[in-house]
């Protein structure tokens, strides 16, 4: 069993806050737009890491972590990118990729809205934490916090940080 705390769109703002939220999860994945080497690193020193780049992201972001992650986790296929999409309405670029091996839980960031969808034709999970930072257009800053364990994805919560603004 894995707890996991899932959020995107830091866009290089750090809140205190994530550690006290963080504090029980096993693992920490972040879905793009980061927003620097230094914020990644904070998270790093908190728990696991895993991560991937997003579009705001400089050339140290995208040469220390990939565009997309696929792997497995308690039985569970996870493939997560920044910008993805959702169901019905996949990004181009990554909808062959799904439809040739779709993932058990599929996550994307990007879009700064919180988003947690049932993708019947792919038989997959769609998450999106929303935005965890103060960029954007967005008005709560939010995370996700949800258990992998032996095949099954469960109790998810999603966590709201605080206005945008502050």
């Given at each position: 069993m894995k707890k996991i705390g899932l959020l995107s769109d830091t866009h290089n703002y750090w809140d205190e806050k994530f550690e006290t939220y963080f504090s029980e999860c096993d693992e920490i994945w972040h879905a793009g737009d980061i927003?620097?080497?230094?914020?990644?690193?904070?998270?790093?020193?908190?728990?696991?890491?895993?991560?991937?780049?997003?579009?705001?992201?400089?050339?140290?972001?995208?040469?220390?972590?990939?565009?997309?992650?696929?792997?497995?986790?308690?039985?569970?296929?996870?493939?997560?990118?920044?910008?993805?999409?959702?169901?019905?309405?996949y990004n181009p670029a990554v909808l062959p990729r799904l439809q040739a091996n779709p993932p058990k839980l599929f996550i994307a960031g990007h879009s700064h809205i919180l988003k947690v969808m049932f993708d019947?034709?792919?038989?997959?999970?769609?998450?999106?934490?929303?935005?965890?930072?103060?960029y954007g257009f967005h008005q709560v800053r939010t995370l996700l916090r949800f258990v992998l364990d032996d095949g099954d994805i469960k109790d998810l919560e999603v966590i709201e940080i605080g206005k945008q603004g502050g």
């Open positions: 927003g620097s080497l230094a914020l990644a690193r904070q998270f790093e020193v908190l728990k696991p890491f895993r991560a991937v780049y997003g579009n705001i992201d400089d050339t140290i972001v995208r040469n220390t972590y990939p565009h997309t992650l696929q792997f497995t986790l308690e039985k569970i296929d996870v493939m997560i990118t920044h910008i993805g999409g959702y169901p019905g309405r019947k034709k792919l038989q997959c999970l769609y998450m999106n934490p929303g935005a965890a930072g103060k």
